[in-house]
Nanobody, 127 residues
Framework: QVQLVESGGGLVQAGGSLRLSCAGSGRTFSTYSMGWFRQAPGKEREFVGVISWSGVITYYSDSVKGRFTISRDNAKNTVYLQMNVLKPEDTAVYYC????????????????????WGQGTQVTVSS
């Protein structure tokens, strides 16, 4: 069992930066790959990116590639989402999620593959 808690959300102006954190519980946290998703008002939840258990491999959606970076510190049971050059369209509730088997490029956005989810943190980008 893994419990996840996101933090770091808030209000930021366009062009600014935020770093989200996802703290995990449990001794097995470091064995999980970790994904980030987001859900904007009135829209479906969408894939943002994923990082392997070791932190060596990352994938990103095209909409955030080059602006967002996922990293992790397994000693602290924490995964980070560094968001730079934020745009108003990045406004959403951001969720972290854990999965045991690192996804393929075809399945990394498949939410059913993720075993555990956090409660989400709100990010609002003003224009």
């Amino acid at each position: 069992q893994v419990q996840l808690v996101e933090s770091g959300g808030g209000l930021v102006q366009a062009g600014g930066s935020l770093r989200l954190s996802c703290a995990g519980s449990g001794r097995t946290f470091s064995t999980y790959s970790m994904g980030w998703f987001r859900q904007a008002p009135g829209k479906e939840r969408e894939f943002v990116g994923v990082i392997s258990w070791s932190g060596v491999i990352t994938y990103y959606s095209d909409s955030v590639k080059g602006r967002f970076t996922i990293s992790r510190d397994n000693a602290k049971n924490t995964v980070y989402l560094q968001m730079n050059v934020l745009k108003p369209e990045d406004t959403a509730v951001y969720y972290c999620a854990a999965l045991l088997v690192f996804p393929t490029t075809q399945t990394m956005g498949d939410q059913s593959k993720y075993n555990y989810w956090g409660q989400g943190t709100q990010v609002t980008v003003s224009s």
